[in-house]
């Protein structure tokens, strides 16, 4: 299917509960991690526990919150991607979203975004083949690049949606793909 993702596992995780949008005054980027978000990045930095090659984010703050304690249990830097960021009239093109195309403005849209995401993937298995790589994005962003990408492998439907907290992983083979969908994890075990 696409050689570059060949023998790649991605966990795709959506950005952890953050703070409410509807209040938030400042610019939507540095929309932080709320209280409940940041407890819920700690939880999944203690059950990710496979070895892991590389930590992508979209470089919104949420994003980068909810990967930081991975990253520092790992010894990893996060790499942004603005691939996986969710579309602010700039990842997508506006003679499609106000043009001819504006009633269907959301399909065009979810399509740009699937295929800025996949871009995103084909570049991580580039640099980390065989590797194991998380990759932090949005609510909306990730449905949409798992669907495409099932699609590409021909599977016939989605795995259920994650809630925040949880994570898809995806195996990539030389003509399969599988996906686990894990929910949010809810405590951490104490050791």
């Known amino acids: 299917m696409i050689t570059a993702l060949d023998d790649l596992t991605v966990d795709l995780v959506p950005h952890a509960q953050s703070v409410a949008r509807e209040g938030w005054r400042g610019k939507e980027s540095a929309r932080p991690l709320s209280p409940q978000g ?36 790992f010894g990893l830097s996060i790499a942004t991607a603005p ?30 975004m699937a295929g800025a995401a996949l871009a995103v993937l084909i570049a991580m298995g580039n640099v980390h083949p065989c590797g194991h790589v998380v990759a932090c994005s949005h609510g909306d962003v990730i449905p949409v690049l798992v669907a495409q990408v099932l699609a590409l492998y021909g599977h016939a439907s989605p795995p259920p949606v994650v809630d925040r907290g949880g994570w898809h992983r995806m195996r990539f083979g030389t003509d399969a793909l599988t996906v686990e969908s894990h929910g949010p994890v809810v405590s951490v075990p104490s050791t």
């Open 38 to 73: 940041l407890s819920q990045a700690g939880s999944l930095a203690a059950v990710m526990r496979d070895g892991i090659d590389a930590i992508y984010s979209s470089p919104a703050k949420r994003c980068v919150q909810t990967v930081e304690p991975l990253a520092r249990s």
């Open 83 to 112: 691939g996986l960021a969710t579309p602010d009239g700039t990842y997508q093109p506006r003679e499609w979203t106000e043009g001819f195309f504006s009633p269907y403005q959301r399909e065009p849209g979810g399509a740009w």
